[in-house]
């Protein structure tokens, strides 16, 4: 039986990202994103409205969302979708769920990035800008990199 969980989220930070070590020292970063979108109601007036994703990041990924999330930060997550179950203080059994971040952006205003290589790395270039790119109106033989492609 096939399956697919694949979660691709952006928003803006609500506080800095916390890091973490678990008991058997793995790096752990846990952040929330505020994701704004608009609905129209049935009156046909539109409303906006704020989902509130909280995201955790494992590894190097918790480290790179440690040092590069602060409040209000725009952030890009792409993960999958994971509910987990815990046991309150009271007993009571309950369930949360959250993304777990596999590939995350962090992105900036233009005015805090001075290019676009510093802003997205290779993944912001444009062809043009690459070493060895083909001419600008001419096809380019190699695929841009994925965005995250390449970061540790």
């Not at 793995?26 to 109601?41: M, Q, S």
Request: aromatic share 6%; net charge negative; hydrophobic share 40%.
């Amino acid at each position: 039986m096939a399956s697919l969980n694949v979660v691709t989220i952006m928003g803006n930070a609500t506080r800095s990202a916390e890091m973490k070590q678990t008991r058997n020292g793995k790096d752990v970063a846990h952040f929330t994103l505020a994701i704004n979108h608009r609905i129209t109601r049935a009156d046909g007036a539109t409303e906006d409205k704020v989902t509130f994703v909280p995201v955790v990041a494992w590894g190097s990924w918790a480290k790179a969302a440690s040092e590069n999330i602060e409040k209000g930060s725009c952030v890009f997550v792409q993960g999958r979708l994971e509910i987990r179950e815990y046991m309150t203080n009271e007993g009571q059994k309950r369930k949360a769920a959250e993304v777990v971040a596999q590939v995350l952006g962090f992105l900036r205003g233009r005015s805090e990035a001075p290019n676009r290589q510093e802003q997205f790395g290779d993944a912001g270039k444009f062809p043009e800008d690459r070493a060895g790119a083909a001419p600008a109106g001419e096809p380019v033989d190699e695929p841009m990199p994925a965005f995250g492609e390449g970061e540790s």
